[in-house]
């Protein structure tokens, strides 16, 4: 895989559209040297690549956006890398942030964009998150640290004797472990799905089943037997019926009554006896306390008048065995307390006036006094009473009760007797017989009906039961079967994740042994003291690494100068890059600001050449100097110059180093 083109804009100093062309070399020509002075721009391309392959959050974005393009209110970023696979497919990747029509943009208002197009097409991914699954696929992030770095990298892999222990899973991702790992974690993961609710089915639980299928079965057949059994004794009664019924008619020319006339002339002639009883008992009652009074009736009203006349001849003697004083009295009355006339009256008008008032007094007592009752007023009141009594009780409506009741007798009568002409006793007998026969019949048939109704309910209940017991057991077979396969598949899953454990434990091994040998032979190659260090082990467990000194003594990296650490921090990441087996480019920034003549002389002579089929350097004019720059022409396949412009704070790219 190569890069053939970076585009930067509006990041940092690359205000404007910046391209980094990298130009196809010929056989031996792996380098492209960028050389920038110090703030000229050369790690903003380190990051540019990165942040076009991988992103990166709005507030980080923001924050390097170019000064003066941010103050006209442009926040607009895009990065756009070029690669060339080994198949020799385009691959086009470009990002972007934008902040729309927002005057005053902030990073919140900053939208990201990824659009990647192969052998120019845009690949058919419209989810942002399956666009970098596609990148990732291409060049993964957890290893790109090994392929592009700076002295900050090698100085943090040579800062002490156990840093490689912390890069271990990056170090396994280099080294196509992690993948292994991952693959052997996700068989287990099916594993423990294959187990969630997860029950095995044995044979046991399907016999059990099936037995109970049987039972339910041998229910079903005695009780479809039981209803076959009912059945023809109910067809039996119902042929007796028929006969009974057919006899009947033939003897009477009609229709018998059906069970529900019968019953309904039964509970007719019952309320009528029911009802005449009733009226016999209260006619019965009337006569028993009323009727002899009722019979002397007619005389009620002489009776009462008689009364009456008999106490006004009372009050009349006894007004006028009165009169001579009651007169007196009155006259008396006229001058007393106050005469009411203005001239007294004489004693002759007295006289004369008492005379007249005892007249009319003598006029009252005039009636007729023949009395023959002379009832005393208690008596009076008694005979009252009971009049008041007979008068207002039943005794008067006894004629039209025996009425009714002598209705209801017909009706009766009528009820009980035979609507069908039957006169001699032989025919009457007849006809209860063949009544009887009917009604006997009737409730065979009936008490038969409802058991064979029972008993048909609890055929379809069994059968019903067994159509569920038949489901459960359809469905136990297949779990069964289900179970046989889970338990194959959660086999087949330790098996191949036992397999790739082993697998696991001998590709480390295998990879592990190489890397110590391709990281040793560069360090021998570029160290200064290379006879100092006789072997190196890198544990396969814990990637702990253990140098050997020429006398087979352990020795810490601790115990080497700076030079050679940082010489060892390059070897290893050139052996990671040798046993990966990856073919990307690498990009190293700065790489010999802190090595002395010899150890940079040891890597541009012998790293640098052979490091990728493509290596980038971003480098100042005192790291490859014009006498490296001529060491190194030979396998350049291009050069530029990042120049940086004080005034106008402008980084800007041109071909050609610095001293051409």
């Not at 585009?7 to 040297?33: C, H, M, R, V, W």
């Amino acid at each position: 895989m190569k890069f053939r083109k970076l585009i930067i804009e509006n990041y940092k100093s690359f205000q404007f559209p910046t391209t980094i062309e990298f130009p196809d070399s010929s056989a031996g020509k792996s380098i492209f040297l960028i050389g920038g002075m110090n703030g000229a721009g050369k790690t903003s391309v380190m990051e540019a690549v990165n942040i076009c392959l991988y992103g990166a959050k709005p507030d980080l974005i923001y924050k390097y956006i170019n000064r003066k393009e941010l103050a006209k209110g442009n926040a607009f970023v895009s990065f756009e890398l070029l690669i060339e696979t080994d198949e020799l497919e385009e691959i086009q990747v470009k990002r972007t942030w934008s902040a729309g029509t927002v005057d005053s943009p902030k990073p919140k208002d900053l939208e990201e964009k990824l659009v990647v197009i192969k052998d120019g097409k845009r690949v058919s991914v419209q989810n942002k998150e399956m666009w970098q699954d596609y990148i990732n696929a291409m060049i993964p992030k957890g290893i790109t640290q090994f392929f592009f770095f700076d002295g900050e990298k090698i100085q943090e892999i040579a800062a002490d004797d156990h840093s490689e222990v912390r890069l271990k899973s990056s170090l396994e991702a280099a080294l196509g472990i992690q993948y292994i790992t991952r693959l052997a974690n996700d068989i287990l993961h099916l594993k423990q799905d294959e187990r969630k609710n997860f029950v095995e089915i044995s044979d046991e639980d399907i016999d059990f089943k099936e037995s109970e299928l049987k039972r339910e079965q041998a229910k079903l057949s005695k009780k479809q037997a039981e209803r076959s059994e009912i059945e023809s004794e109910l067809n039996n009664f119902k042929s007796e019926y028929e006969g009974a019924k057919n006899r009947f008619q033939a003897a009477f020319n009609v229709e018998p009554e059906s069970a529900d006339e019968t019953k309904q002339r039964e509970r007719k002639r019952i309320q009528l006896a029911t009802k005449r009883g009733q009226l016999d008992n209260q006619v019965k009652s009337i006569i028993d306390r009323h009727l002899p009074w009722a019979l002397a009736s007619r005389l009620f009203e002489p009776l009462k008048q008689q009364i009456e006349h008999e106490r006004n001849a009372t009050a009349s003697r006894a007004i006028s065995d009165q009169a001579v004083q009651l007169a007196f009295n009155i006259v008396s009355a006229v001058d007393y307390p106050q005469p009411i006339y203005n001239t007294p009256l004489t004693e002759t008008q007295k006289k004369e006036l008492q005379e007249r008032v005892l007249a009319v007094l003598k006029e009252e007592d005039g009636h007729d006094n023949s009395a023959f009752l002379t009832l005393s007023d208690r008596d009076i009141a008694k005979v009252l009473s009971k009049i008041e009594e007979i008068e207002q009780s039943d005794v008067l409506s006894l004629k039209d009760l025996l009425a009714e009741s002598t209705d209801l007798e017909a009706q009766l009568g009528k009820v009980e007797g035979s609507s069908l002409g039957v006169s001699s006793d032989s025919e009457k007998q007849l006809f209860e017989e063949l009544q009887q026969q009917m009604e006997s019949y009737q409730n065979q048939i009936g008490r038969l009906s409802v058991r064979m109704q029972n008993v048909s309910e609890d055929v379809l209940t069994i059968e019903n039961r067994i159509k569920d017991i038949e489901l459960e057991l359809n469905k136990l077979y297949e779990k069964h079967h289900m179970s046989r396969e889970k338990v194959d598949v959660i086999k087949e899953c330790d098996a191949i994740a036992n397999l790739l454990n082993t697998f696991i434990i001998r590709l480390r091994k295998n990879k592990i042994h190489l890397l110590q040998e391709k990281t040793f032979e560069m360090y021998k190659l570029l160290s200064s003291k290379s006879g100092l260090i006789k072997d190196l082990e890198i544990d396969d467990k814990t990637y702990e690494i253990i140098i050997r000194d020429r006398n087979g003594h352990e020795m810490k990296k601790s115990g080497l100068s700076a030079g050679e650490k940082e010489i060892f921090a390059v070897s290893l990441l050139w052996g990671l890059a040798q046993t990966s087996q990856l073919n990307l480019p690498i990009i190293i920034d700065t790489p010999l600001s802190r090595l002395d003549s010899i150890h940079r002389d040891n890597i541009v002579n012998n790293y640098f050449p052979s490091a990728a089929e493509q290596v980038i350097i971003l480098s100042t004019d005192t790291e490859i100097d014009n006498n490296y720059y001529k060491t190194l022409e030979t396998h350049l396949s291009g050069a530029g110059k990042l120049e940086f412009s004080q005034m106008n704070e402008l980084s800007t790219f041109k071909e050609g180093y610095f001293w051409n």
